[in-house]
C-alpha cells in the first residue's frame, strides 16, 4: 500500500457510519505502591495501597475507541451495561471519544464486564500483576432487555454502511436470538463477525476467526486457513477471513482464497486488542468500497501499529497509519 492509496481509504473513510454491536467491557489498571503498605490490625496480609487507577474500554469499547480514532465520520455502539460503578466509567469514556451513544441499554440486573489488573509496585522497578479481578455475566439477558436489543440493531442498521459484531463473552448481548437478526440483516449489507464461541451460528455474515477459533470452531487440531476460508465462505454464503498473526490473513469471496501478508514489526509485542483494531480498521476502510483483500491490507497496516503499544490496548490514528506507510 502506497501514500496515495492510503490517503484515499482514509479521506474516504469520514464519510463511513459503522454500528457495533457486542459486549462493551472496561480494563481497570489499579496500582499499589507496595511500599506504603502497613500489616493489616484484622489479618495477616500486606494490603495493596492503591496510588493510581486507570480505565480504558476494552472488547467491543475498544472496537468503537479503534473507529473514532481512524476517523469514520460516526459510530453507533449498540450494547447492554449494568447500572454499577463500571458502566457509569464506560459511558464516560464513550462520551469522551465522541461515540453516538443513543443504542447503549442499561440493565439493573446485568454486569458491566471489567477485568481489573492490580499492578504491584516496590523498590526495584519490576513490576508484578497480581491475578485478574473478572466481573462477568453468567446467563444471556432478559428477553425484555434482547428485545431492546434487536430494536436497536435494526434502527442502527438503517443508519450504518456496516456493521461489526463484538462476541467476546459467553453470555453477552449477541445472544441466539440476535445472531438469527443479524443473519436476516446480513442478506442486505455488511456485517463482520468476530466471535469467540459462536462462529458455527453466524450466516450470509462475514465471520473474521483467528487460526485458533477457526479449528476450533471446525473441530480439528490443525487447518490450512485457505482452506478453512473458504468451508466458511460457502457455508455462510458470504465472505470470510481467517487472521494468522505474523503470518497476515486471508480473505475468501467465491471460492477464491487471497493471503494477505502482515507488516514486519520487531519486538517488544502486545498483541492484546490487536483483533479488535483489525475488524474496526477492516469495516471501516471496506464500507468504502475497496476490495476485500484490499481492506485486509489497511487492517494489518493498523493492526502492525497497536501492537507495538506495550500495556495498552491502544488505537492507529490517520496520522500513526500515514508514517507507517512513508
Known sequence: MNLTELNEILNNIKNVTVGMIGDICLDA???????????SNETPH????VV???????????????LAAVGVKRVIPVSVLGDDWRGAIVSKCLQKIGADCSYIITDKARVTPCYVKPMRHGISDVIYEDPRLDFENRSYPSKETEDKVIDALEKTAAEA?????CDQTLFG?????????????????????????????FRNVIVKPNEREAAAALNTPEINIEEAARVFSQRNSAPAI??????????CRDGKAVSVPAFKVNPPL????????????????????????????????ASSITVKK?????????????????
Not at 46 to 49: A, D, H, S, V
Not at 161 to 165: E, L, P, Q
Not at 173 to 181: F, G, L, T
Open 270 to 301: 502486545d498483541i492484546v486488542g490487536a483483533g479488535d483494531t483489525f475488524i474496526s480498521a477492516f469495516c471501516a476502510s471496506y464500507a468504502t468500497g475497496i476490495p476485500g483483500e484490499k481492506a485486509l491490507e489497511f487492517a494489518n497496516l
Open 52 to 66: 493510581k487507577e486507570t480505565y480504558s474500554l476494552g472488547g467491543g469499547g475498544n472496537v468503537v475507541s479503534n
Open 29 to 39: 489498571y489499579w496500582h499499589a505502591d507496595m511500599k506504603l503498605s502497613v500489616l
Open 242 to 251: 481467517i487472521t494468522a498473526g505474523e503470518n497476515g490473513s486471508v480473505w
Open 161 to 165: 454502511d456496516i456493521i461489526a459484531v
Open 46 to 49: 500486606y494490603p495493596l495501597p
Open 173 to 201: 448481548a449477541v445472544s441466539p436470538a440476535v445472531i438469527e437478526k443479524l443473519n436476516e440483516i446480513g442478506k442486505k449489507m455488511p456485517v463482520v463477525s468476530d466471535s469467540h464461541s459462536h462462529i458455527n451460528q
Open 310 to 326: 506495550i500495556g495498552t490496548t491502544g488505537t492507529a490514528s490517520p496520522e500513526e497509519l500515514r508514517a507507517a506507510v512513508r
